[in-house]
Each structure stands twice: as structure tokens, then as C-alpha cells.
């Protein structure tokens, strides 16, 4: 049976035993971060990194996207998990554009633009344009397709604007015009 005394004494020693790995561990710690941060201040800092293109992949190596210099500009291409473009930024002299895919590739939403002229496209699962806002500076028309023709659009010229509503073989059938 342990008396009281022996039992202090054996809770004294493993204080001790702590103690003493503790240190160490701390001297080992205190080592280890002075030779970091003299490995790092050797290091001359980069505050400029330049590089033509710029790969991201995920953990498994798989292409997910891509920023990229081009002749007379850049591009930011996004991928989805299949390797498939989903979304791309383009800036390319004085045209820029932001287009998005779908999962079959196909382009579906289109914002494109240069110095004076600006255009948003809605199209279809086949690429085929369904409606199209265009801003110049003589003009700005929302446009509404079906099957490649407009079905109903509305304009404003310098000179007139209008709505004009036309059937499946593209005869009009309504037109506004207004001062």
C-alpha cells in the first residue's frame, strides 16, 4: 500500500519528467522558428512575378482554368470538373467580352463590348442568338429571335423608334413609331 508521502513523491517525479520535455520541446521550437526566419530574410523578396500564362489545376493535376497573355491582350479561361470551358474573360485591344458555356460547351450568355459599341446575347442550347440587347452611341435595340429571325424588337434611332412585332415568316405585323 502507498503512503501519502510516496504518492507525492511519484506525482512530484512525473512533474519533473514533464518539465523537463516541455523544455526541450520549447529549446527545440525556439531553434526551429530563429532558423526560419534566417532562411527567410537570406531569401531576396519578389515583388514582380511575370510569366506569360498562369495554369490552375486542382489537387489531382486536372486542368480547371487558365490567365494567359495574348498578342493584343489577355484571356482568363474558367473549366468545369470534365475540362469543359464554362466561363472565359477576354480582353484583346479595345474589344473585351465575358462569355459563359454550358456544360455541353455551347456558348449561352455573351456581354461583349469595345470602345463605342456594347451588346449582351442570351442564345440557345444550339447557339443560336434568342435575344440581344445592343447599345451604339446612334442607336439602342432589344432584340427577340426565334429561329434566326427577329420576332420582336424595339428601337431608338436618332430619327425614329419603334416596336416592331413580325409572324414566323418574318412578315410585320405591328410597327410604332413615335417622335
Same mark, same amino acid.
Given at each position: ?15 519533473? =519528467? ?5 523544455? /526541450? ?16 530574410? *537570406?531569401?531576396? %523578396? ?7 500564362? /498562369? =495554369?490552375?489545376?486542382?489537387? !489531382?493535376? #486536372? ?8 498578342? $493584343? ?8 470538373? #470534365?475540362? $469543359? &470551358?464554362?466561363?472565359? /474573360?477576354?480582353?484583346? @485591344? ?11 460547351? $455551347? &456558348? ?14 442570351? %442564345?440557345?442550347? %444550339? @447557339? ?7 447599345? !451604339?452611341? &446612334? ?6 429571335? =426565334?429561329?434566326?429571325?427577329?420576332? *420582336? ?7 425614329? %423608334? ?7 415568316? @418574318? ?6 413609331? @413615335?417622335?
Amino acid at each position: 500500500m502507498l503512503t501519502s508521502t510516496d504518492s507525492f513523491a511519484a506525482r512530484l517525479a512525473r512533474l519533473e =519528467s514533464g518539465r523537463r520535455r516541455a523544455r /526541450l520541446f520549447g529549446a527545440a521550437l525556439a531553434c526551429g522558428l530563429g532558423a526560419f526566419t534566417l532562411l527567410g530574410m *537570406a531569401r531576396p %523578396q519578389t515583388e514582380i512575378l511575370r510569366v506569360q500564362e /498562369l =495554369s490552375l489545376v486542382d489537387a !489531382s493535376g #486536372k486542368p480547371r482554368g487558365s490567365w494567359r497573355a495574348t498578342e $493584343t491582350g489577355s484571356e482568363f479561361i474558367l473549366l468545369d470538373g #470534365k475540362g $469543359t &470551358e464554362r466561363t472565359t /474573360l477576354v480582353v484583346a @485591344g479595345d474589344d473585351h467580352g465575358i462569355y459563359m458555356h454550358d456544360a455541353a460547351g $455551347t &456558348e449561352r450568355v455573351a456581354l461583349v463590348g469595345n470602345a463605342v459599341d456594347l451588346g449582351l446575347f442570351l %442564345q440557345d442550347a %444550339q @447557339g443560336h442568338d434568342r435575344a440581344v440587347l445592343a447599345a !451604339s452611341p &446612334e442607336d439602342l435595340g432589344l432584340y427577340l429571335r =426565334s429561329e434566326g429571325q427577329d420576332r *420582336a424588337s424595339v428601337v431608338v434611332e436618332p430619327t425614329t %423608334q419603334g416596336l416592331y412585332v413580325r409572324d414566323r415568316q @418574318g412578315h410585320e405585323r405591328s410597327f410604332t413609331t @413615335g417622335d
